[in-house]
């Protein structure tokens, strides 16, 4: 399970007695039912920049917000954040640019919210260390569960798209006779 790695054997138990059991995804369901309506890079530009404003008004401003569809997830990319170097006339001039994974188009609010709080705590933060998630946590209060319910998201969708797809011709017959 590549998204648990690093998780105490006991919770990766849980977690492929869940799978097993084809309980995963109503486990989510249940704790993230609520969808957003973030469709476009323009609406998550719009979206990236108010929670900007709101939690971190004095960090570098951000030249583009969108979402990737060559963001991969078997190379664990959820978003990045990236400063482009461009010459204009003698100068240069960095404009840092977040890119989140097009797979969060359908993913739960909760989840979009912290793929976003995340890459914006990097503004602040560079390193994953205790001020990272601290900084995280205090701009989306429950962000380790969110983060950890994400990490299950991407597992079902990635043992979802390994499954099998029976032909549509066995599955509307019947069982033999």
Sequence with gaps: MPFLAGYPA???AQVRELLATGRLAEYLARRHPEPHAVRTSAQLYEHVQAL??????RAPP???VE???R??????????????????????QAKR???IAAVFKDAPAAMLQMIVVHELAHLKEREHDKAFYALCESMLPGYAQIEFDTRLHLLLRQQQAAAPVM?????????PA
């Design 167 to 175: 032909p549509l011709a066995e599955r509307s017959s019947g069982p």
């Design 67 to 69: 979402y990737d569809s």
């Design 52 to 57: 900007k404003q709101r939690h971190l008004r």
């Design 97 to 99: 640019e977040i890119r």
């Design 62 to 64: 951000l030249g583009k």
């Design 71 to 92: 963001l991969l997830l078997d190379q664990r990319a959820l978003g990045t954040l990236s400063t482009v170097s461009r010459v204009q006339g003698a100068r240069l």
């Design 10 to 12: 006991g919770l990766q």
